[in-house]
């Protein structure tokens, strides 16, 4: 009996504390309700006399406070703690008003503000409602805080990278409101500033004449072709101003309004007269600036195609395009309007595109104002993983309608029609049929390229009569990659002109071409190579066209062609240090219309050998600052001895030295 006695009196306890408790909590006994009660609570009630701690039974009236605890403040409704936080926090809130009774919670709540990382700027985005003591909502969506952050404990040392790190407005290496990391209006409108300075320093020889015997830059010069040094000093300062609509990554932008002003000083210094200006009067320097508005235009997308984020979009204005993936056609910034977009995820891509061509600055390349009454009409596609993943696919078609004119370049010297032959004003319209590919199929990279191009010239220069276009080209680079080094192996052929007299122009020629390919340090890709008043090759361009100008020059399909055999290996020395090497062997496809042009008979296919090495180094690690600098040498063969020395001579190795700088913010 005495064990069950004492059970019994446990059980009791418990359920008299129980009740004790449900009573201090609500006066009926009922549970607490779900949201907390506007009415303040009963004080605790008094200990029953005779020392007991067990409250009056459940039913009992309460006592009444004593007239001291009447006048005591009513006590404030307690917190509820009875549901979860996130249930707390999807309550509305009241937008607090300034000065507003909320004012007081508000800097009451203990909410810590971290600053935004890099260089934010000033939000545009206005608050639309309040806070409360659980959360402070932030309307702008770019510029949340981070707290700093010390992760390996040692104060921030240089030689560490550090997270959450805060930003100046100068510095491009962390976000940056002036680099379109954070919008300057509202949530999806950006801006992008982007500033360029290149630098370039250029020694060279290439082949130069002399001029008539009473104006040379010596007495007594008598040979032909004299001392060719030459030195080359050009800067170009770009600064770019973007302001885009949009949400700054995946998806493709709504708008955008693009404007870049150029401007460029070069100075170019030579060893004979007659080179710097027809003028023989000007001497042997020369000393040109040009200030222009390079890329001008605006973007809007005309409609979302997909869930994918594929689009349609348009282009008006100065613009870049580059046609190809070597620049092989047409590469250039000009006047024009552009139809894009893409389709199935991404995998195809497709440009139509017209250019309005305006002219070109002679010496620094840039636009200038003037119209040059030429219309290139472009349309290509793209399909990436064609066939194989990693290998994209192109076809493209181009037209270009290069009306007659007569233009004498800032220089004086004659540039449309070509110096050659009857150079009359002509028209020049051709229709550009190609198909290329890059990328790589399995461990090896491959880049090709095949254009035949058909049209007619009303009166080419060379050939003194019109003529039928029909001419191909074609390109192809095997590489492989073994750890840090990379074996190319490539060739390009450009078909040549066996007769130069018969009407049927067989020699192939671009629109305006920038090509990467056979070596970015090639003595034969990077100058222009003159041969009485015309290009035998000019600079950017791997073509023997006998061009006048590649920028201001007419397409000319009379000309010699070319076979290029290359042998190229890249070294990634260091992750800031790549060395590049490359080895030519040319060869004229055809020698007629080098025959013709120049009264000789018999030239010989070889044009020599071409070496070149150089180097590429990226202090920071990526490309905000490059230097390049390399060397290169052309060591004539039979065809360039003859070309360039009348009595049959030895003609010395050219050599090409440069050193280029480039900064980008």
Same mark, same amino acid.
């Given at each position: 009996?005495?064990?069950?006695?004492?059970?019994?009196?446990?059980?009791?306890?418990?359920?008299?504390?129980?009740?004790? #408790?449900?009573? =201090?909590?609500?006066?009926?006994?009922?549970?607490?309700?779900?949201?907390?009660?506007?009415?303040?609570?009963?004080?605790?009630?008094?200990?029953?006399?005779?020392?007991?701690?067990?409250?009056?039974?459940?039913?009992?009236?309460?006592?009444?406070?004593?007239?001291?605890?009447?006048?005591?403040?009513?006590?404030? &409704?307690? !917190?509820?703690?009875?549901?979860?936080?996130?249930?707390?926090?999807?309550?509305?809130? *009241?937008?607090?008003?300034?000065?507003?009774?909320?004012?007081? =919670?508000?800097?009451?709540?203990?909410?810590?503000?971290?600053?935004?990382?890099?260089?934010?700027?000033?939000?545009?985005?206005?608050?639309?409602?309040?806070?409360?003591?659980?959360?402070?909502?932030?309307?702008?969506?770019?510029?949340?805080?981070?707290?700093?952050?010390?992760?390996?404990?040692?104060?921030?040392?240089?030689?560490?990278?550090?997270?959450?790190?805060?930003?100046?407005?100068?510095?491009?290496?962390?976000?940056?409101?002036?680099?379109?990391?954070?919008? *300057?209006?509202?949530?999806?409108?950006?801006?992008?500033?982007?500033?360029?300075?290149?630098?370039?320093?250029?020694?060279?020889?290439?082949?130069?004449?002399?001029?008539?015997?009473?104006?040379?830059?010596?007495?007594?010069?008598?040979?032909?072709? %004299?001392?060719?040094? %030459?030195?080359?000093?050009?800067?170009?300062?770009?600064?770019?101003?973007?302001?885009?609509?949009?949400?700054?990554?995946?998806?493709? !932008?709504?708008?955008?309004? !693009?404007?870049?002003? &150029?401007?460029?000083?070069?100075?170019?210094?030579?060893?004979?007269?007659?080179?710097?200006?027809?003028?023989?009067?000007?001497?042997? *320097?020369?000393?040109?600036?040009?200030?222009?508005?390079?890329?001008?235009?605006?973007?809007?997308?005309?409609?979302?195609?997909?869930?994918?984020?594929?689009?349609?979009?348009?282009?008006?204005?100065? #613009?870049?395009?580059?046609?190809?993936?070597?620049?092989?056609?047409?590469?250039?910034?000009?006047?024009?309007?552009?139809?894009?977009?893409?389709?199935?995820?991404?995998?195809?891509?497709?440009?139509? &595109?017209?250019?309005?061509?305006?002219?070109?600055?002679?010496?620094?390349?840039?636009?200038?104002?003037?119209?040059?009454? #030429?219309?290139?009409?472009?349309?290509?596609?793209?399909?990436?993983?064609?066939?194989?993943?990693?290998?994209?696919?192109?076809?493209?078609?181009?037209?270009?309608?290069?009306?007659?004119?007569?233009?004498?370049? !800032?220089?004086?010297?004659?540039?449309?029609?070509?110096?050659?032959?009857?150079?009359?004003?002509?028209?020049?319209?051709?229709?550009?049929?190609?198909?290329?590919?890059?990328?790589?199929?399995?461990?090896?990279?491959?880049?090709? =390229?095949?254009?035949?191009?058909?049209?007619?010239?009303?009166?080419?220069?060379?050939?003194?009569?019109?003529?039928? /276009?029909?001419?191909?080209?074609?390109? *192809?680079?095997?590489?492989?990659?073994?750890?840090?080094?990379?074996?190319?192996?490539?060739?390009?052929?450009?078909?040549?002109?066996?007769?130069?007299?018969?009407?049927?122009?067989?020699?192939?020629?671009?629109?305006?071409?920038?090509?990467?390919?056979?070596?970015?340090?090639?003595?034969?890709?990077?100058?222009?190579?003159?041969?009485?008043?015309?290009?035998?090759?000019?600079?950017?361009?791997?073509?023997?066209?006998?061009?006048?100008?590649?920028?201001?020059?007419?397409?000319?399909?009379?000309?010699?062609?070319?076979?290029?055999?290359?042998?190229?290996?890249?070294?990634?020395?260091?992750?800031?240090?790549?060395?590049?090497?490359?080895?030519?062997?040319?060869?004229?496809?055809?020698?007629?219309?080098?025959?013709?042009?120049?009264? #000789?008979?018999?030239?010989?296919?070889?044009?020599?050998?071409?070496?070149?090495?150089?180097?590429?180094?990226?202090?920071?690690?990526?490309?905000?600052?490059?230097?390049?600098?390399? /060397?290169?040498?052309?060591?004539?063969?039979?065809?360039?001895?003859?070309?360039?020395?009348?009595?049959?001579?030895?003609?010395?190795?050219?050599?090409?030295?440069?050193?280029?700088?480039?900064?980008?913010?």
């Amino acid at each position: 009996m005495r064990p069950i006695w004492k059970l019994s009196r446990c059980v009791a306890g418990v359920f008299l504390c129980a009740t004790s #408790q449900v009573r =201090a909590d609500s006066p009926t006994g009922a549970a607490a309700p779900p949201a907390v009660s506007a009415v303040p609570a009963l004080p605790p009630l008094p200990a029953p006399t005779g020392g007991s701690s067990l409250p009056p039974p459940p039913g009992a009236l309460a006592a009444q406070p004593t007239a001291a605890a009447a006048s005591q403040p009513p006590k404030a &409704a307690p !917190k509820d703690t009875t549901r979860q936080p996130i249930d707390r926090l999807l309550e509305p809130t *009241v937008p607090a008003q300034p000065g507003g009774p909320q004012d007081a =919670a508000v800097q009451a709540s203990a909410y810590a503000y971290f600053p935004t990382l890099g260089f934010a700027g000033q939000s545009g985005v206005l608050p639309r409602s309040g806070s409360n003591n659980e959360y402070d909502t932030v309307e702008d969506r770019w510029r949340t805080g981070f707290p700093e952050w010390d992760r390996y404990g040692l104060n921030h040392p240089r030689v560490f990278d550090y997270p959450y790190q805060l930003g100046r407005w100068y510095d491009p290496y962390r976000q940056n409101v002036l680099k379109g990391d954070y919008p *300057v209006f509202g949530q999806h409108t950006f801006f992008v500033f982007t500033g360029t300075n290149s630098s370039l320093f250029e020694g060279r020889m290439i082949p130069t004449a002399t001029t008539p015997f009473e104006s040379t830059a010596r007495p007594l010069q008598e040979e032909f072709f %004299q001392r060719p040094g %030459q030195f080359l000093f050009s800067n170009l300062t770009t600064a770019s101003f973007e302001l885009f609509h949009g949400d700054a990554a995946f998806k493709p !932008k709504d708008w955008a309004v !693009k404007l870049t002003p &150029a401007f460029n000083y070069n100075a170019l210094s030579v060893s004979e007269l007659g080179v710097v200006s027809p003028d023989v009067r000007k001497g042997t *320097v020369r000393l040109r600036s040009w200030a222009t508005l390079q890329e001008w235009f605006g973007e809007y997308k005309l409609a979302d195609l997909s869930e994918q984020y594929d689009f349609l979009s348009v282009r008006a204005g100065a #613009q870049p395009f580059t046609s190809d993936f070597r620049g092989f056609v047409y590469s250039d910034v000009n006047r024009g309007v552009r139809l894009f977009g893409n389709l199935d995820g991404n995998r195809t891509q497709f440009n139509l &595109a017209y250019f309005r061509q305006l002219e070109k600055d002679t010496n620094s390349g840039l636009n200038t104002f003037s119209d040059r009454n #030429q219309d290139v009409v472009i349309a290509n596609l793209y399909r990436q993983d064609f066939i194989f993943p990693g290998y994209t696919a192109s076809l493209s078609y181009h037209f270009n309608n290069d009306g007659p004119s007569l233009k004498f370049d !800032k220089n004086g010297f004659l540039a449309r029609p070509d110096p050659a032959g009857t150079f009359t004003p002509h028209r020049v319209e051709a229709h550009y049929l190609g198909w290329a590919g890059d990328g790589h199929i399995d461990r090896y990279n491959i880049s090709h =390229a095949f254009y035949w191009v058909l049209g007619r010239d009303s009166r080419n220069p060379i050939a003194g009569q019109p003529t039928s /276009i029909s001419a191909q080209l074609a390109a *192809v680079e095997l590489s492989y990659d073994r750890d840090w080094a990379r074996f190319r192996v490539s060739g390009l052929y450009q078909s040549g002109d066996g007769d130069a007299r018969n009407g049927h122009a067989t020699g192939f020629d671009s629109i305006l071409d920038q090509q990467n390919f056979g070596g970015e340090f090639s003595f034969w890709r990077r100058n222009r190579v003159p041969l009485f008043g015309v290009g035998l090759t000019n600079d950017q361009s791997n073509l023997a066209n006998l061009r006048s100008s590649r920028i201001q020059g007419q397409s000319n399909f009379v000309n010699p062609g070319l076979w290029l055999i290359n042998a190229g290996v890249d070294f990634d020395l260091t992750p800031r240090l790549r060395s590049i090497n490359n080895a030519n062997a040319l060869f004229f496809d055809k020698t007629n219309p080098l025959e013709v042009f120049t009264f #000789q008979g018999n030239i010989d296919r070889f044009i020599g050998v071409d070496l070149s090495t150089g180097f590429e180094y990226r202090p920071r690690l990526n490309n905000n600052g490059i230097i390049l600098a390399g /060397i290169s040498t052309l060591i004539p063969g039979g065809g360039f001895r003859q070309l360039y020395n009348d009595k049959g001579g030895k003609v010395q190795s050219l050599l090409n030295g440069f050193a280029e700088i480039i900064f980008t913010f």
